[in-house]
C-alpha cells in the first residue's frame, strides 16, 4: 500500500482539525495594475514598470479618495482585465501615473496608521460628514509652469510642465515619482493639521510641511520591494552611499542645472545654518530623519537570516508610520522639530522597540542642533522630553522662497499682514497661476 493512500483513507477522529480547514477563497478580481515611472524618467535602470493597485480603480482613473480634475485629460478607460496600461509619454500614461502616485501615498499612510492600531482617519482637509469629495488631480495643470502645488481651496494637486532653457524635452512634474508623492504629502498633513500650512505659523512648523513631503518620497519609494532591492544592490545596502533615493526629483534637478535632485536628503545641515528658509530648515528635519532611518537598516539588518531588500522595506515602512504618527501627536499649532522628535521618542518606546531606535532619534537630531542630546540612560527614560536646541527666534517669520508651489500659493497667507512688496509679489503668483490654469 502506498503510504498517501494510508492518509487519505484514515478516518482517525483525532486528526489535527487545521487540516481540515477550507483554503481562503482567491481574491476578487479588483484592483488594477498600472504602467507608472517608479522613480522618474531620468532613472533609467529603474524604468516604467507595472504595479498592481488593489482595490476599485474606476475609468479615468478615478477612486472614492482621488478623481481627475475637470477639464483635463480625457478620462482613461481602463482594459478589458480592469488595467490601465497605456504607453509612456502620452498624456494617459501622465493621467494613470499621477493618480497612482497619489494613491499609493495615501494607501502607504493608511496602512502604517493601521499597522499601529491607531484608528485615525486621513481625510482632505475638506471632508466632513457633508462632505466627502475627493482630492481633484491635474497632471498637466499649470502649462510652462516649473512647478506643483497642493491647493485646499481648489482642493486639488496640479503639477507643471516646462521646456527647460527655452529648448529641449518638455519635462512634466507629474512623472517625478517624488515630486507627486511630495505634493501628495502636503495634502495629507493638511487634512490633519490646517494651521501648519499657513505662512503665519512659525519657520520650523513650515519646516515640518516640506519636509514630510520629501521624506514620503522616499518611503513612498521604500514602499516597493522592487526599489528596496534596486536600492541595496546599488549601494551595497549603504544608505549612505550616492543613490537614487536620496535624490529627489532626478529630472527636475537635472532641468534646474543641479548635478542631482532638487534636495539632497542626505545631508549635514544644521539648524543653526538654516536661518527661517523653509526650505533649508526642511532639509535638516529631512536628513535627520533619513540617517535615523540609515542607522535602523543598519541595526537591523542580519543577511544571514533575510534579504536586506525585505529588511529595509520593512524598517522604512516602520519609521514611515512613526514620523506620520508623531506628526499626528504634536501640537496643533506652532509645532517645533522637537515637538516632533520627542514624540517619535515616545513612539518607538510605547511600540517597544529596542533602545537603541531611541537612541539613533536622539543622537541624530541632537548632532542637527533640534534637541539637547540629554545625559546617559535618563534621556531615553519613558516621559522625558528632551530638550529644544535652536529655536525659532520669537515672532519669526517664515521665508518660503526656495519652497515648492504649495508653500507660495497666496491662499496660505494672511494676505493683510503682507508688507507692500510681498503682497504684490502674492499677487502676481495668482496671476500666474490663473492665467497657466487649463
Ligand atoms: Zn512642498
Same mark, same amino acid.
Given at each position: ?21 477550507? =483554503?481562503?477563497?482567491? %481574491? ?25 493597485? %488593489?482595490?476599485?480603480?474606476?475609468? /479615468? ?18 482594459? @478589458? ?11 494617459? !500614461? ?11 501615498? +495615501?494607501?502607504?499612510?493608511? $496602512? ?40 485646499? *481651496? ?10 527647460? &532653457? ?10 517625478? !515619482? ?13 487634512? +490633519? ?43 551595497? *545596502? $549603504? ?17 534646474? &542645472?543641479?548635478?542631482?535632485?532638487? $534636495? ?6 544644521? +539648524? ?7 526650505? @533649508?530648515?526642511?532639509?535638516? !528635519? ?23 531588500? *525585505? ?15 508623531? +506628526?499626528?501627536?504634536? =501640537? ?5 522639530? @522637537? ?12 511600540? &517597544?522597540? %529596542? =533602545?537603541?531606535? /531611541? ?7 541632537? $548632532? ?26 520669537? /515672532? ?13 500659493? =497666496? ?14 509679489? @502674492? ?12
Amino acid at each position: 500500500m502506498e503510504p498517501h493512500a494510508l492518509l487519505l483513507d484514515d478516518p482517525d477522529p483525532t486528526a489535527d482539525p487545521a487540516a481540515q480547514v477550507e =483554503p481562503p477563497p482567491l %481574491p476578487h478580481a479588483f484592483g488594477a495594475r498600472v504602467l507608472i515611472w517608479k522613480q522618474d524618467p531620468s532613472v533609467k535602470e529603474i524604468g516604467a514598470r507595472t504595479a498592481f493597485l %488593489p482595490g476599485v480603480v474606476l475609468a /479615468g482613473p478615478r477612486d472614492a479618495r482621488i478623481a481627475p480634475g475637470e477639464p483635463g485629460i480625457a478620462a482613461v478607460e481602463p482594459n @478589458a482585465f480592469g488595467d490601465f496600461l497605456v504607453p509612456p509619454d502620452t498624456p494617459q !500614461f501622465d493621467a494613470v501615473h499621477t493618480f497612482a502616485v497619489v494613491r499609493q501615498t +495615501l494607501t502607504m499612510y493608511q $496602512r502604517s496608521l493601521s499597522a499601529a492600531g491607531a484608528a485615525i482617519p486621513l481625510p482632505w482637509q475638506w471632508n466632513s460628514g457633508a462632505d466627502t469629495s475627493p482630492l481633484r488631480v491635474f497632471p498637466h495643470g499649470l502649462p510652462n509652469v516649473m512647478n506643483a502645488f497642493y491647493s485646499r *481651496a481648489q482642493a486639488c494637486l496640479r503639477f507643471g510642465d516646462f521646456v527647460p &532653457g527655452g529648448d529641449g524635452a518638455r519635462v512634466y512634474t507629474c512623472r517625478s !515619482f517624488d515630486i507627486v508623492a511630495h505634493e501628495t504629502a502636503h495634502a495629507v498633513l493638511d487634512g +490633519l493639521k490646517p494651521r501648519w500650512l499657513l505662512a503665519d505659523a512659525p519657520p520650523q512648523t513650515g519646516g515640518l510641511h516640506e519636509a514630510f513631503g520629501d521624506l514620503s518620497a522616499i518611503f513612498l519609494a521604500l514602499a516597493q520591494l522592487d526599489q528596496c532591492e534596486a536600492l541595496v544592490a546599488q549601494t551595497k *545596502a $549603504r544608505l549612505h552611499d550616492k543613490s537614487f533615493l536620496a535624490d529627489i526629483a532626478e529630472q527636475f534637478g537635472l532641468a534646474l &542645472g543641479s548635478g542631482a535632485g532638487l $534636495r539632497n536628503a542626505d545631508n549635514d545641515l544644521t +539648524l543653526s545654518q538654516a536661518g527661517t528658509q523653509v526650505h @533649508a530648515i526642511s532639509r535638516v !528635519f529631512t536628513g535627520a530623519v533619513y540617517d535615523v532611518l540609515a542607522d535602523v537598516f543598519a541595526y537591523e539588518r542580519d543577511p544571514e537570516r533575510e534579504d536586506d531588500a *525585505a529588511v529595509l522595506h520593512r524598517v522604512a515602512a516602520y519609521l514611515g508610520g512613526v514620523l506620520l504618527r508623531a +506628526l499626528v501627536a504634536a =501640537p496643533d499649532s506652532a509645532a517645533t522639530y @522637537a515637538d516632533v522628535v520627542n514624540e517619535m521618542l515616545r513612539i518607538v518606546g510605547a511600540d &517597544g522597540r %529596542p =533602545p537603541a531606535y /531611541g537612541g539613533f532619534i536622539r543622537n541624530q537630531f541632537s $548632532r542637527r542642533e533640534v534637541v539637547e542630546a540629554g545625559s546617559g540612560n535618563a534621556a531615553s527614560l519613558p516621559g522625558v522630553r528632551l530638550a529644544a536646541r535652536v529655536c525659532d527666534a520669537p /515672532g519669526a517669520r517664515q521665508d518660503r522662497s526656495a519652497c515648492c508651489g504649495t508653500m507660495q500659493l =497666496p491662499e496660505y497667507r494672511h494676505a493683510a499682514r503682507l508688507p507692500a512688496g510681498e503682497a504684490a509679489a @502674492a499677487g502676481a503668483v495668482v496671476g500666474a497661476v490663473a492665467g497657466a490654469a487649463p
